[in-house]
């Protein structure tokens, strides 16, 4: 999680009763952070915000929106790369299921460059991620760093 998806939440949750940040289980992709660890940064950057809830899911999006009677997906849109393969998902989306709506939302501009990709890269060459990301993940991913350490 970046603060560019913090902020999106944030602005979000002024605009929709509830704001749901789905995590989708993957077993294809080997992230930095197991889902479980996710859940928890998230719910940790969250807390005491009763209208931010986080969940897991698998499969296709639109079927979790319609299982918990949503009717909307917020995305971010940080660049114009971005835009295309959003654009294509939304509109299968709205194929696969009318009735859910694709809401874009681009991020403040002091975090439109920031990836999730790019924050691992930095953080593990030794650069600095204060101020990317929640305090939780910068504490979680030193954590990370030394546990490799320990290891070798």
Not at 43 to 54: A, I, L, M
Request: proline share 3%; glycine share 6%.
């Amino acid at each position: 999680m970046t603060n560019g998806h913090v902020d999106i939440i944030e602005r979000g949750k002024h605009l929709f009763e509830k704001i749901i940040v789905a995590i989708l289980v993957n077993a294809e992709k080997s992230p930095l952070f197991s889902t479980e660890e996710r859940v928890e940064i998230v719910r940790e950057t969250f807390r005491g915000q009763p209208n931010v809830e986080v969940d897991t899911f698998d499969g296709l999006l639109v079927d979790y929106v319609e299982r918990r009677n949503a009717h909307v997906i917020v995305r971010g849109l940080r660049a114009l790369s971005d835009f295309e393969t959003e654009f294509q998902m939304a509109l299968m989306n709205r194929r696969l299921s009318p009735n859910v709506e694709t809401v874009f939302m681009m991020p403040a501009e002091q975090y439109t460059y920031i990836s999730s990709r790019i924050i691992k890269e930095v953080f593990s060459l030794g650069g600095q991620v204060r101020g990317l990301v929640p305090e939780i993940v910068v504490t979680r991913l030193q954590e990370k760093k030394k546990g490799k350490s320990n290891v070798s």
